[in-house]
């Protein structure tokens, strides 16, 4: 039996025959010595805009913080006018302030509108031209627009419809791991296993960096579907100078891998694991 009660914890047991009690003190979270702004400086673009929007639903202590850093983000970084409202909303929610976003949105309204007028241009002249680097060029242009957005599936169909400029196994492998990127974005964790296994078909040996990323997304792929075991035998995997590479680019950082494998090694009841 047992009980948790002001920070005390009691269990009470049979052992042998002899009746074991012990009470132990859990000491309250404190949030004092942590620095959110510090914490999410580890990543970038919309990795770091979801996880400050995560740290903000399930920590009240923390949430207008984290959804000022959100908001910041997107102001500056994005065209994602959705979420920005969403943001401000709940900022608004919580400190009785109201946000001005018209003229913001007002301004990124427009510059959306003349880049996807330029982009879709260019799209359309290079098929008549029937020119495959030149219409996967656009293709990419319209990718990066729409993930700045915030449209991830619609970025993913662009994605796959750019399989049909590719000048080579490569370039189809490029898109296929974007692919993944933006769905790891989204936590399909399918989708990213799904897109690793067709960027594998085509290039079946990638450089040593290459393989990083992939090992990174394919152990976040298996966390998210609870595959301890695999995803940590996939990241021993991992030198230290590959590792490094990806974590540079910031959509998963040595402290998340840290907190996986400490995960990975709980649920596994294995103290070696």
């Known amino acids: 039996m047992s009980s948790i009660n002001s920070g ?64 910041e983000e997107l102001e500056e970084k994005t065209y994602d006018t959705t979420t920005y409202k969403h943001i401000a909303r709940l900022l608004e929610q919580l400190t009785g302030e109201r946000r001005d976003t018209e003229e913001w949105e007002r301004r990124v309204s427009k510059e959306v509108k003349e880049q996807d007028t330029e982009i879709r241009g260019k799209l359309e002249r290079a098929k008549k031209q029937v020119s495959k680097k030149d219409t996967l060029q656009a293709q990419w242009e319209l990718v990066r627009l729409l993930q700045q957005r915030g ?43 799904t897109y690793i296994q067709r960027t594998e078909a085509v290039l079946p040996d990638p450089d040593a960096t290459a393989r990083a990323e992939l090992a990174v997304l394919r152990a976040q792929a298996d966390f998210g579907d609870c595959k301890w075991s695999v995803a940590v035998n996939g990241l021993r995997e991992l030198s230290i100078d590959t590792a490094s590479i990806v974590f540079a680019r910031k959509a998963v950082t ?17 103290r070696d694991q």
Request: aromatic share 8%; charged share 20%.
């Open 254 to 270: 040595p402290r998340d891998i840290a907190l996986y494998g400490t995960l990975a090694g709980l649920a596994a009841l294995d």
């Open 151 to 193: 449209l991830m599936d619609e970025a993913v169909r662009a994605l796959q419809d750019g399989r049909t400029s590719c000048g080579g196994m490569p370039e189809q492998a490029e898109l296929y791991v974007e692919a993944a990127r933006v769905s790891q974005v989204m936590g399909r964790w399918l989708q990213v296993a």
């Open 8 to 71: 005390m914890f009691t269990a009470t047991g049979q052992h042998f025959g002899i009746s074991l009690t012990r009470t132990a003190s859990i000491p309250e979270p404190s949030l004092l010595a942590f620095n959110l702004r510090s914490y999410l400086s580890e990543y970038t673009g919309y990795a770091k805009i979801r996880r400050a929007i995560y740290v903000g639903e399930r920590c009240p202590t923390l949430s207008i913080e984290s959804y000022s850093i959100a908001l």
